[in-house]
């Protein structure tokens, strides 16, 4: 039997009282640990399937021309290949996603460095790198654009009518009338660069093709329909032609969000002109290189300020560089634009956002979403108001920190009891903030080694932004089976951040069964229901709270049809399920999302309930920073955080280090090096980023004050970790040197150029005053 949206229970529903211990909350062991760390989990490297050949790509070598001529070497053995062109697509030459502009394939001009332009495939993929150095491509070289500024001058067109994918502009209060009251307006401009999501495992997809069955691929990705998008578009297929199947995925912190349909295209239109199956897998160099990346940012604040501290409002203006194409820069400068006001309360504001076009290779997702750049300009500019004023840093958020009943950037009433007050106060007794920050002032007037120490404050949303989920109508299965366990049928997938794991336990505490007996099926399109993109800190939230009704669901059908008495025990499920399934057939309940009622967001005027529910923080970090090397190094890191409900501490803590980790990377070491476009250090030797040597201890808290709309009251944390740390660094480097730094990375090159630009002042400040 199959239910479709499934109520919660309500006064008076036989509910079952369960025989096992309590699963949610505890640490469970993960679901795929064991394949895992035995070696019995199947990576896309490690699957071959008969006759299989092996993809490459030939990409662009200039960044924006039309292509003149394809130069095939002669002497060459060109029979053994299969090769691809544009003119092999079937249907639609786009990836599909939002505005549809990115070409699966270049036809006759190119628009970045890395631009897939050709295909091919053989049996023997030790070949391969020579036959793309056999093919010559001749450009009519056009005018680029590498920087947001360029883009912003508009004196060269490369998209649309003036470079500019998204705006959005969020408006609250009379802002216009609010500066002749300031005592202070304080300016501040901050840049974030592009960051490598540095997965370990490489992006890669094998694809097969029968014309009568259609398109079968398998691959590492986060997103399974999204694949199933592009295929349909690009051969123009019907949606039972198109069969997606996520194999184990080592990583993706959004860089397998949409990349992954680009490469599912391509092999498939490899398989499909040669009838076999082919496998393409990048290799590091070809993943950095050519793949999404964190897009790079520039925040520029105006605020009025009194002189007590309390902010009467600002302008922020917040820009993206989107690369050649739209991908998600719409979604990325979306959430990017609501959390550029922090948790604090802004009487009047306005936010104008845009994402720029400039000819590099499109930037994407990455865990965050835009919210990590415009967070850190945000955090900067509150210590640099600060400053202004003559208060603490500490002081001037207490001043102005959002409370229940207040109203945010975009006028959604704080419903949820949040106290940021007493989180801060526990996140400075836990940093021993105060006398650190005493014994390092003193410590640092006779050292070459400068320590500081540096908060920031910050709030995330959880789920798709506005009316995203209301659009994505998320549908989410659980079956019991006649053996008497429960599978989970979602598309939301795995990648080591624990979505089987959670999912089960939700399910397995609802049905009150031990948690071996519930598995989660495999993310295959043909065989689960489209739950959304494993994405935007929503998979305990949004679909976790599916999972939880869809088990409720089949409680609730086996009490009614009286195969179930309240209380019972495993083995009496087991005989329930298979008296069911043997009188009636399948037992199986879905549910589909509903909106929470009471939240409404307006798209057009940007303004309502952005999102059901935030998760709010608090990061302190203690720096030191060598002036003989003029390295900045983090000692200590202190991450409080307000999560709803911790359903598995040991997966929640780690996602909390793991993304301090990368928000440190992201503030002091990794640089992403350009050149006309292209990346230049696209390998690990040279792009850097912080190993466990490189990291502090870090101290993970948890604050639980639930969740209504969130599976037994959890929230989104996967996002939620990265948000905070950059921002927490840079401004305990700050400290450190009394200087401003506002744009990162914050590389030893930078903090040298920094200080020994002040030193230079100072001198000549000094010889001034003695010829005076």
């Avoid at 309390?310 to 560089?321: M, T």
């Avoid at 959002?402 to 009891?417: D, F, R, V």
């Avoid at 009471?598 to 529910?613: P, S, T, V």
């Amino acid at each position: 039997m199959s239910s479709g949206h499934l109520r919660p229970p309500l006064p008076g529903d036989r509910v079952s009282r369960r025989k096992t211990e309590p699963i949610v909350g505890m640490p469970v062991p993960r679901k795929e640990g064991r394949d895992k760390v035995t070696g019995r989990a199947q990576y896309i490297d490690d699957i071959t399937l008969p006759g299989m050949l092996y993809g490459a790509t030939v990409r662009s070598t200039v960044a924006r021309g039309k292509i003149k001529k394809v130069t095939f070497a002669p002497n060459f053995p060109w029979q053994e290949f299969v090769i691809v062109s544009a003119r092999d697509i079937p249907g639609a030459n786009c990836v599909a996603l939002i505005a549809d502009d990115q070409p699966c394939l270049a036809d006759g001009a190119v628009n970045h460095p890395e631009e897939p332009i050709l295909l091919l495939a053989h049996a023997n993929p030790h070949v391969l790198p020579k036959a793309i150095a056999a093919i010559a491509i001749e450009y009519q070289r056009l005018p680029a654009i590498f920087t947001m500024e360029e883009s912003e001058l508009g004196e060269e067109i490369i998209w649309g009518r003036d470079n500019t994918f998204k705006t959005y502009t969020i408006e609250k209060g009379d802002v216009d009338s609010l500066w002749a009251k300031a005592d202070f307006v304080v300016k501040g401009e901050y840049t974030t660069g592009a960051q490598e999501q540095l997965y370990i495992e490489n992006n890669g997809m094998i694809a097969s093709f029968d014309r009568q069955c259609g398109i079968t691929v398998w691959g590492s990705m986060q997103c399974p329909y999204y694949v199933h998008k592009a295929l349909m578009k690009l051969f123009h297929l019907a949606e039972d032609k198109v069969r997606v199947v996520q194999t184990e995925t080592g990583g993706a912190f959004g860089g397998k969000e949409e990349y992954p349909s680009m490469i599912a295209c391509h092999a498939a239109l490899l398989a499909m002109k040669s009838g076999k199956p082919v496998k393409i897998v990048y290799d590091r160099s070809e993943d950095m290189a050519a793949t999404t990346k964190r897009h790079p940012s520039r925040t520029r604040h105006r605020t009025a300020v009194t002189r007590e501290g309390k902010i009467l409002g600002g302008e922020i203006e917040f820009v993206v560089d989107g690369g050649a194409y739209t991908t998600l820069s719409p979604v990325v400068l979306s959430r990017g634009t609501i959390h550029a006001a922090g948790p604090y309360f802004w009487p009047n504001i306005r936010i104008r956002a845009r994402a720029v076009a400039t000819n590099t290779p499109p930037h994407g997702a990455f865990r965050g979403f835009g919210a990590p750049q415009s967070l850190f300009a945000m955090e900067r500019h509150m210590d640099r108001i600060a400053g202004t004023i003559g208060v603490s840093p500490v002081e001037i958020r207490r001043r102005n920190f959002l409370k229940p009943g207040q109203t945010t950037a975009t006028e959604q009433t704080i419903h949820e009891s949040i106290d940021l007050d007493k989180l801060l106060d526990r996140a400075l007794a836990l940093s021993k903030y105060d006398v650190r920050k005493r014994r390092f002032q003193q410590e640092n007037q006779n050292s070459t080694r400068k320590k500081g120490i540096g908060l920031a404050t910050f709030l995330h949303g959880a789920g798709f932004t506005g009316s995203g989920e209301r659009s994505l109508s998320s549908l989410v299965g659980v079956e019991g089976r006649i053996d008497g366990k429960v599978r989970v049928l979602v598309s939301s997938t795995e990648f080591g951040q624990g979505t089987k794991t959670v999912l089960c336990q939700i399910a397995a505490e609802v049905l009150g069964l031990p948690y071996d007996s519930v598995e989660i099926a495999e993310a295959d399109t043909e065989q689960v229901p489209n739950s959304g993109p494993t994405v935007a800190s929503r998979t305990v939230m949004i679909v976790g709270k599916l999972v939880q009704s869809a088990a409720l669901g089949i409680r609730q059908t086996l009490l009614a049809s009286n195969d179930l008495r309240d209380s019972y025990s495993p083995a009496e499920f087991k005989a329930a399920c298979a008296q069911y399934i043997a009188e009636h057939g399948d037992l199986k309940s879905f549910s589909r999302y509903e909106p929470p009622p009471n939240i409404f967001w307006d798209d057009e005027k940007y303004r309502g309930e952005a999102y059901a529910a935030y998760a709010w923080a608090i990061y302190i970090a203690e720096v030191t920073v060598d002036l003989t090397t003029y390295a900045a190094s983090v000692d200590d890191f202190v991450a409080l955080q307000e999560v709803g409900k911790v359903l598995h501490p040991v997966l929640a803590r780690g996602q909390i280090v793991g993304g301090v980790a990368q928000g440190i990377g992201f503030a002091l070491y990794e640089k992403v090096s350009w050149r006309d476009g292209r990346m230049q250090n696209a390998q690990m030797t040279n792009y850097i980023m912080p190993t466990s040597a490189d990291l502090p201890l870090i101290r993970v808290y948890f604050e639980e004050l639930g969740n209504q709309h969130g599976a037994f009251g959890a929230k989104g944390i996967g996002e939620l970790p990265i948000d905070g740390p950059a921002p927490a660094v840079v401004n305990a480097v700050a400290d450190a040197l009394g200087m401003q730094f506002d744009s990162i990375p914050l590389l030893a090159e930078g903090i040298f150029e920094a200080v020994t630009s002040r030193s230079k002042k100072e001198e000549d400040a000094r010889v001034l005053g003695v010829v005076r």
